[in-house]
């Protein structure tokens, strides 16, 4: 069975810690992977990931995937308040996506 | 601003009683997706259409259609919602399969 798991959890920092989320995946027919970020509404697209190896960043935010050991990470440097929010990570598979029960970010000042 | 527009934004509906949600984009994408989110869990796909052509999840209960009228609108109607279908409810688009999913800012269903 398909499956994306994301790790940790929860986790809770104080401002302009760097912190470092995890993705693996077990899909078969794998195309992309992809971050949110998820607030109070719906998700927010962040990063799309095709090619191991290669680093995407947006300001603070910086991504990478491993093809062979399936998995990426999704980093933030220099946390703020404004980053609390739940980071799903979603792998396309054929034309499906699947998503991870996300991990739920809590900055404190 | 090209955007996804769900409404209402909160739905409440009786055990049983038929309800639709809407969605709207005006990003002129091909694919429009429908998800459904409990609390405290991830996004599940329900379905997708791509262009007309539509795509049902395996798991997708029986009491969940949908309808594609244009290129514009999408729907959810649930035939007959039981308690366990509160949720919210997510619509996303993207230009073609494989691409990022721009998603609309959700309608919460609550059942009574």
């Known amino acids: 069975e398909d499956k994306v798991v994301q790790s940790p959890l929860s986790l809770v920092v104080h401002e302009g810690d760097t912190v470092t989320l995890n993705c693996s995946y077990e899909?078969?027919?794998?195309?992309?992977l992809l971050w949110y970020k998820q607030e109070k509404k719906a998700p927010t697209f962040l990063f799309m990931l095709?090619?191991?190896?290669i680093e995407k960043k947006s300001g603070r935010l910086s991504s990478i995937l491993d093809k062979k050991e399936l998995f990426s990470i999704l980093n933030i440097t220099a946390t703020q308040t404004g980053d609390s929010a739940v980071y799903l990570c979603a792998v396309e598979a054929g034309n499906q996506f699947y998503f991870g029960t996300g991990t739920s970010l809590t900055v404190i000042p | 601003d090209a955007m996804v527009i769900q409404n209402p934004r909160y739905q409440v509906t009786q055990f049983g009683k038929p309800v639709t949600l809407s969605c709207s984009q005006t990003l002129n994408h091909n694919v429009m997706y429908w998800y459904q989110q409990k609390s405290s869990q991830a996004p599940k796909l329900l379905f997708h259409y791509y262009d007309k052509d539509f795509n049902n999840e395996a798991d997708t209960p029986d009491n969940f259609q949908s309808r594609r009228p244009n290129t514009s609108f999408c729907f959810l109607d649930i035939r007959s919602p039981g308690l366990g279908d509160a949720a919210m409810y997510l619509c996303?688009?993207?230009?073609?399969?494989?691409?990022?999913?721009?998603f609309g800012d959700g309608t919460r269903l609550s059942i009574l």
């Open positions: 095709t090619s191991s190896g």
């Open positions: 996303a688009t993207s230009p073609w399969p494989g691409q990022a999913q721009h």
């Open positions: 899909v078969t027919n794998f195309r992309s």
